[in-house]
């Protein structure tokens, strides 16, 4: 059986999911709770393999429980289960290390499916919010990259091929003083701390092939 832990504040949300859940042959909602800091207290208590958590409650909120509990027991499996989609929720909950995310909109048998992929070691995101990721994480690269001069681009080719800057200076017929501008420029524009991860950028993002 999956023991499963109920974190919510509506008693009605708790009644109705759990009842869904108990005629399960495979789950077993051991316990529920009505607030963050109780969920935390009954998850460290009794260990349930796979923790369903809503975002916004009184007392403790879903965020703040989640990090309380991975970093006393890094190994729980938490699912997030909110009505909110908005960027303010979404990338702190992905960030306090969330195994699912799914809107309170999901059917109930996506819930369950959702609890025996976490509880086998997968991730659970609802379709909404990975298209939502996915597009800002692409509309942001697209940004850094068009924050890039043509020289800059060119320099950040170089770099990626492996050039230093004397040799990059050279191929460019600039001063060693204005690669090392070039480079300063680039790794700033791309958020990155070093060459190394420039090239990495550039690689994995297919600007350079």
């Avoid at 501008?181 to 190394?196: A, G, P, Q, Y």
């Amino acid at each position: 059986m999956i023991r499963v832990l109920l974190v919510d504040d509506h008693e009605m949300v708790r009644i109705g999911v759990s009842a869904y859940l108990s005629i399960q042959d495979d789950i077993d909602v051991i316990a529920q709770a009505e607030n963050g800091a109780i969920g935390v207290e009954k998850a460290l208590d009794l260990r349930p393999d796979v923790i369903l958590m809503d975002l916004v409650m009184d007392v403790m909120d879903g965020i703040e429980a989640t990090k309380e509990i991975l970093h006393a027991w890094p190994e729980a499996k938490i699912i997030i289960v909110t009505s909110f989609i908005d960027d303010e929720k979404v990338y702190p909950a992905i960030e306090a290390g969330a195994s699912g995310y799914l809107l309170k909109t999901s059917a109930a048998h996506d819930i369950a499916q959702a609890i025996r992929t976490i509880y086998q070691g997968g991730r659970v995101v609802e379709p909404q919010v990975s298209n939502k990721l996915r597009n800002e994480t692409s509309n942001r690269n697209f940004h850094l990259h068009d924050e890039l001069t043509n020289r800059e681009k060119e320099v950040l080719q170089l770099i990626s091929n492996g050039k230093s800057n004397q040799e990059i200076a050279d191929e460019l017929f600039i001063t060693l003083k204005t690669v090392k501008t070039h480079v300063s420029n680039i790794l700033s524009k791309l958020e990155v701390e070093d060459r190394t991860q420039a090239a990495i950028y550039a690689f994995k993002h297919g600007y350079i092939k």
